[in-house]
């Protein structure tokens, strides 16, 4: 007697074979058999045709936090991801003292904008080591979680206020390799950093102060496990990403170590630069080093408005400390007309017509209800204003509470996006799900990667992209027993209809602890998700099952 039969299926394993008619059986949250399964089962599903797939796995989120009160990470489940990679972009809640517990938060506030409210409403801080949050996350999850560790909070944990100061001492190097070495032992599947990164005060974060032997020797240690490092380089600098790549090669080869970085956009204001990134990434392997850079499949679409700092505003820093200003500040400032000038001038010679005159009003409680859905631009045209000073006053004339969309960021021509998903060493993630969830929607990748780059263009086959989020990222973070279906392997699977799924409709919720809202995604086109053998989510719903387990 199995647990559970999928019955008359299009099973895609996850291997990148062409799918045949099957069923899949389960038993002890295992895949038992597939193929032609006779016998019964406790649960029989009818896939009727649907594609029966592996769960998938986003190896880029920033659900830590949501964790704690979430153990579903919505919306994940329902675009059929069974598996999540936390801890990125040198930012973890372990290992973390409790005096540089505000540190941090800032850092979550300012890096991926999550409201303060998800860190001091919604549960109580009961660890500090990083075996204590995985035992807290652990309680309630409907999703398996692979964790990493953040470079940035380990050097906190070491070295105290002089993280953001200088370079380690020989004997801060080896406290930190003592605790990796913990929290890989605790289930960390690896290291996160970043060379980017800002914390809420604009100066750079932690992990930004490492010398090379610094990573070098938390990669000695990583080596001792075989587990990953995960990186985010100067992605706005085409010449520095590629010195990173080369960087991350020599870590890789002289540890014997998988390291990833991300993201990689190609836009066509500079189509040159994604393939100048793989082909170096192509030359590292030929060498025998493992260096997977992440692609996103979707534009990002960012709704904003001047009640809070946004990502929409990353490089223009004089925003940035007006929007960081609490909200009397920030009004006192965006009716100084001195200050309000040089916002704009900072804009360029067009006041913002390149980077705001296509943005789309919204909405908004106070959203003056002639301007929703039209341009900023043409609005602006009609008031005498250039976008960026227009932009400011219909802001202070509704109170702030105006709401912008800046649609289809990022990737710009699908045509190019396409092959690129397609190449054997370019690794499909950061998806960014659990972050930036008051301005935009972090989920869909898995969608849109059906939707457009399988069924619209067909730049990938069906098989290929399944075997890309699910089999191929299982072997890339060293996730064994996952990520296909066969006889022995966890039982994540998700039945899907490849006709219609897609990336779905971007709307704000207001679950967020404290009432605060976010913006996620309904999933189209997913049937049923099964996380280690158990139904997780069905027919458009939640289940009760709590099946995840922490896995490395």
Same mark, same amino acid.
């Given at each position: 007697?199995?647990?559970?039969?999928?019955?008359?299926?299009?099973?895609?394993?996850?291997?990148?074979?062409?799918?045949?008619?099957?069923?899949?059986?389960?038993?002890?949250?295992?895949?038992?058999?597939?193929?032609?399964?006779?016998?019964?089962?406790?649960?029989?599903?009818?896939?009727?045709?649907?594609?029966?797939?592996?769960?998938?796995?986003?190896?880029?989120?920033?659900?830590?936090?949501?964790?704690?009160?979430?153990?579903?990470?919505?919306?994940?489940?329902?675009?059929?991801?069974?598996?999540?990679?936390?801890?990125?972009?040198?930012?973890?809640?372990?290992?973390?003292?409790?005096?540089?517990?505000?540190?941090?938060?800032?850092?979550?506030?300012?890096?991926?904008?999550?409201?303060?409210?998800?860190?001091?409403?919604?549960?109580?801080?009961?660890?500090?080591?990083?075996?204590?949050?995985?035992?807290?996350?652990?309680?309630?999850?409907?999703?398996?979680?692979?964790?990493?560790?953040?470079? +940035?909070?380990?050097?906190?944990?070491?070295?105290?206020?002089?993280?953001?100061?200088?370079?380690?001492?020989?004997?801060?190097?080896?406290?930190?390799?003592?605790?990796?070495?913990?929290? #890989?032992?605790?289930?960390?599947?690896?290291? +996160?950093?970043?060379?980017?990164?800002?914390?809420?005060?604009?100066?750079?974060?932690?992990?930004?102060?490492?010398?090379?032997?610094?990573?070098?020797?938390?990669?000695?240690?990583?080596?001792?496990?075989?587990?990953?490092?995960?990186?985010?380089?100067? *992605?706005?600098?085409?010449?520095?990403?590629?010195?990173?790549?080369?960087? #991350?090669?020599?870590?890789? #080869?002289?540890?014997?170590?998988?390291?990833?970085? +991300?993201?990689?956009?190609?836009?066509?204001?500079?189509?040159?630069?994604?393939?100048?990134?793989?082909?170096?990434?192509?030359?590292?392997?030929?060498?025998?080093?493992?260096?997977?850079?992440?692609?996103?499949?979707?534009?990002?679409?960012?709704? *904003?408005?001047?009640?809070?700092?946004?990502?929409?505003?990353?490089?223009?820093?004089?925003?940035?400390?007006?929007?960081?200003?609490?909200? !009397?500040?920030?009004?006192?400032?965006?009716?100084?007309?001195?200050?309000?000038?040089?916002?704009?001038?900072?804009?360029?010679?067009?006041?913002?017509?390149?980077?705001?005159?296509?943005?789309?009003?919204?909405?908004?409680?106070?959203?003056?209800?002639?301007?929703?859905?039209?341009?900023?631009?043409?609005?602006?045209?009609?008031?005498?204003?250039?976008?960026?000073?227009?932009?400011?006053?219909?802001?202070?004339?509704?109170?702030?509470?105006?709401?912008?969309?800046?649609?289809?960021?990022?990737?710009?021509?699908?045509?190019?996006?396409?092959?690129?998903?397609?190449?054997?060493?370019?690794?499909?993630?950061?998806?960014?799900?659990?972050?930036?969830?008051?301005?935009? +929607?972090?989920?869909?990748?898995?969608?849109?990667? *059906?939707?457009?780059?399988?069924?619209?263009?067909?730049?990938?086959?069906?098989?290929?992209?399944?075997?890309?989020?699910?089999?191929?990222?299982?072997?890339?973070?060293?996730?064994?027993?996952?990520?296909?279906?066969?006889?022995?392997?966890?039982?994540?699977?998700?039945?899907?209809?490849?006709?219609?799924?897609?990336?779905?409709?971007?709307?704000?919720?207001?679950?967020?602890?404290? !009432?605060?809202?976010?913006?996620?995604?309904?999933?189209?086109?997913?049937?049923?998700?099964?996380?280690?053998? !158990?139904?997780?989510?069905?027919?458009?719903?939640?289940?009760?099952?709590?099946?995840?387990?922490?896995?490395?």
């Amino acid at each position: 007697m199995f647990d559970v039969i999928v019955r008359n299926g299009l099973v895609v394993d996850g291997s990148g074979e062409a799918g045949f008619r099957g069923d899949v059986a389960v038993k002890n949250g295992l895949i038992a058999a597939v193929g032609t399964v006779s016998g019964s089962a406790r649960r029989e599903i009818d896939a009727g045709g649907r594609v029966v797939a592996p769960g998938f796995i986003d190896p880029h989120t920033h659900f830590d936090v949501q964790l704690l009160w979430d153990g579903a990470a919505r919306p994940a489940l329902e675009h059929g991801v069974t598996c999540i990679v936390p801890g990125n972009c040198s930012l973890s809640l372990a290992p973390l003292k409790a005096a540089d517990r505000p540190k941090v938060v800032g850092m979550f506030q300012q890096i991926e904008e999550m409201p303060p409210e998800a860190f001091t409403q919604a549960f109580d801080w009961t660890w500090e080591d990083f075996a204590g949050y995985r035992d807290a996350i652990a309680r309630n999850l409907s999703i398996n979680v692979a964790p990493l560790v953040g470079h +940035s909070v380990i050097r906190l944990w070491v070295m105290g206020e002089a993280a953001q100061q200088r370079t380690a001492t020989p004997d801060e190097v080896a406290a930190m390799q003592d605790v990796l070495r913990e929290c #890989l032992k605790a289930g960390a599947v690896g290291l +996160s950093t970043s060379f980017v990164d800002l914390d809420e005060h604009g100066r750079p974060v932690p992990s930004r102060f490492a010398d090379f032997p610094e990573l070098d020797a938390l990669s000695a240690v990583l080596g001792e496990f075989g587990r990953m490092l995960q990186c985010v380089p100067e *992605f706005y600098d085409v010449d520095i990403t590629i010195a990173r790549i080369d960087q #991350l090669s020599e870590l890789s #080869l002289k540890h014997g170590i998988p390291t990833t970085f +991300s993201p990689v956009f190609d836009n066509t204001s500079t189509p040159d630069n994604a393939p100048r990134i793989l082909a170096r990434v192509e030359e590292q392997f030929a060498r025998g080093a493992r260096v997977w850079p992440q692609m996103q499949t979707r534009p990002i679409d960012i709704s *904003f408005s001047l009640l809070r700092p946004s990502l929409f505003f990353a490089r223009l820093p004089r925003w940035v400390r007006v929007l960081r200003q609490p909200l !009397e500040a920030r009004l006192h400032a965006l009716n100084d007309p001195e200050t309000v000038a040089k916002m704009v001038e900072d804009l360029g010679a067009d006041g913002g017509q390149r980077m705001m005159g296509g943005l789309i009003v919204r909405g908004g409680d106070a959203a003056p209800a002639q301007m929703v859905g039209r341009a900023l631009g043409e609005i602006a045209a009609e008031r005498g204003q250039v976008p960026a000073q227009a932009l400011i006053d219909i802001s202070l004339e509704h109170g702030l509470d105006v709401a912008f969309l800046a649609a289809d960021m990022g990737h710009e021509a699908t045509d190019r996006i396409g092959p690129m998903l397609a190449h054997p060493l370019v690794h499909i993630g950061a998806s960014d799900g659990g972050a930036h969830i008051a301005s935009f +929607s972090t989920y869909g990748d898995t969608g849109y990667l *059906f939707s457009e780059f399988v069924r619209k263009s067909g730049g990938l086959s069906l098989e290929q992209a399944v075997r890309k989020i699910t089999a191929e990222t299982a072997d890339i973070w060293g996730l064994e027993g996952r990520g296909r279906l066969t006889p022995g392997h966890a039982a994540d699977i998700v039945i899907f209809d490849p006709d219609t799924i897609d990336r779905g409709e971007e709307r704000p919720v207001f679950d967020m602890p404290g !009432e605060g809202m976010r913006y996620v995604r309904d999933a189209r086109g997913i049937d049923t998700v099964l996380v280690n053998g !158990e139904v997780a989510y069905t027919a458009g719903a939640y289940t009760e099952a709590r099946s995840g387990v922490v896995c490395t």
